[in-house]
């Protein structure tokens, strides 16, 4: 991914271009928490239903361990704002979102292990590996990606073949090494090293959070059939939320409270981890967070009202508290 | 998968039948090690191709280092026998081919983790773990498995979406709790345990190597459009052969050196492992693996000369020394 794109986008920005994106939302009565929390059950609903507990039931009740344990169902939503916004339904994408959902959970468990971060908190409750033992949560993880994609093939309806299969290439090669897996590996190679630049650190989140992200967008408007320039715009928008995204999640590890957060606040100085606050400061890394929000919003002016779920989750990504 | 299905078809069976496979393949003079070594070598350049090694090149290293470390290169081959039986081309399969095996790889990498059999070996290298770090070891695995759905869709001629996308499907349910994950899990669930019944290990072995064996045999001839009955009778050919495969793999395990392993032998005895000849003795296992065999190729006769790959594969299985 070239970073170069974001300094682009952030060239032709104004200064009170964000407050523009503000004054549509409110002006269009249009109400986030509603929005959020009414797709937020449709997912949980989805997911509860997606892995049947069968014979041996011990991975089963694993896997569903960690997808069922809340969070704030960020990937999947996206998938399903993307697919409204290029036309399609919620219930086209809902197999893609449960999918997004289980392979970010498979991330988790894995990150959590102890031969990764050694997480013993997540989302407020013991990790997958302190329940289960670390065999399990390393095949509960396995678990959940193999399964993602069968899922996806076999649940989605009114989508053809040939849309179809590109959805679950894209998803595969964004969850490979040429995505969060590659930028997971660069993360670790980078612990406990003091000097790294902005690019590296770029380059670690637009893998790690930044594929998933983009892919959850970018799937949800292929399943309805998006022409290339719609996939353009929303590649761009993603990228953008994925990096302010992470900023954020940076910020807050810092300023925010164990409790607040679900897990183990104040990790990354803990373990000298190289962090957007650690190079620029918290209020210039609030600002960069201000200024990629704005530059993903503008991909989304030509959408007009159907671009207002997509603009605020992104205003919500730097207001976030958790 | 129903153990049920491997009594009935033994029960028809003739105690001479294997002769009558043995002198079919001899007097069709099919040379089984020239088919296996040339196959093999195509595998084998299908998958040095495969990974581009790119920035961050480590993880792609431990990747190739696990995938490209040799072996039989039994279930690509089987992906291709599959195809050729059902009248496709090899080109046709070979993307499937390489993903079996990079599903494979990922199995063995996670498997060799030292929260799971905890090797230091593996076709006489180091395992992954011990040359990369057990952090990168299991994120090559996840990499691996990511990939292979991807590298179907995107590297696959000549097979249309409606026919792809079942591929890519079953292989999905091959590999999640459904098939190997669930045979893992109950593999180690029933470690240390003395009193495991011949149904408990049918159903680990049916799953944790029978689900990918088949769904390599089944893959190759679904890209070639084959049909709801030559599909049934392959499956059935592959079940048969995947549980003689892993008779033999315990019975080697007791017989073999590690030297011809390429792996710590005697190790199920060591760890208290229940295997077919702790049920059953040596002799009575090589004799059911024997059956096994008998009962896939019965499968195979409709099919004429076309069966011979898929034949002499099968009597590969219970005649080899590692």
């Known amino acids: 991914m070239n970073t170069q794109v974001f300094e682009q986008n952030l060239q032709n920005l104004q200064p009170e271009q964000h407050q523009i994106f503000e004054h549509e939302i409110a002006k269009a009565n249009f109400d986030l928490n509603s929005y959020l929390s009414e797709r937020k059950n449709q997912v949980e609903a989805a997911l509860a239903q997606s892995i049947e507990v069968v014979y041996p039931e011990k991975i089963y009740e694993a896997m ?8 704030k169902r960020l990937r999947p939503i996206l998938c399903l704002a993307g697919c409204e916004l290029a036309g399609g339904t919620v219930e086209m994408a809902m197999p893609t979102a449960c999918a997004v959902e289980m392979i970010h959970t498979m991330s988790l468990i894995h990150d959590d292990l102890p031969a990764m971060d050694n ?57 490979a090494a040429t995505g ?27 893998h790690k959070t930044g594929a998933l992200l983009e892919a959850s967008v970018l799937c949800g408007a292929m399943l309805a059939g998006a022409d290339d320039e719609v996939l353009q715009r929303l590649s761009r928008y993603a990228r953008n939320i994925g990096l302010a995204f992470q900023i954020i999640d940076d910020v807050l590890d810092i300023t925010a409270t164990s409790e607040e957060l679900g897990k183990t606040s104040g ?22 967070a201000r200024r990629l929000v704005d530059a993903a919003n503008i991909e989304l002016i030509p959408f007009k009202e159907k671009s ?8 919500y990504i730097t207001n976030r508290t958790h």
Chains 1, 2 share one sequence.
């Not at 990354?268 to 960069?288: C, F, M, N, R």
């Not at 207002?308 to 205003?315: N, S, V």
Request: hydrophobic share 40%.
């Open 64 to 71: 569903n361990y960690s997808l069922l344990a809340g969070g």
């Open 119 to 175: 997480d013993d908190y997540r989302r407020g409750r013991p990790t997958n590996h302190k329940v289960y033992g670390e065999d399990i949560a390393i095949l509960a993880g396995d678990g959940l990606l193999a399964y993602a994609f069968g899922f996806i093939i076999s649940k989605t309806q009114d989508v053809s073949a040939p849309r179809l299969l590109p959805v679950v290439a894209k998803l595969s090669y964004a969850v």
């Open 180 to 206: 969060l897996v590659g930028g997971q590996v660069l993360d670790l190679e980078c612990e406990g090293k003091q000097a790294i630049d902005v690019e590296t650190l770029n380059f670690i989140h637009t």
């Open 267 to 288: 990790k990354d100085e803990q373990v000298q981890k190289a962090t957007y606050p650690s190079l620029w400061g918290i209020e210039e890394s609030k600002h960069q």
């Open 308 to 315: 207002l779920p997509l603009m605020a989750i992104a205003e």
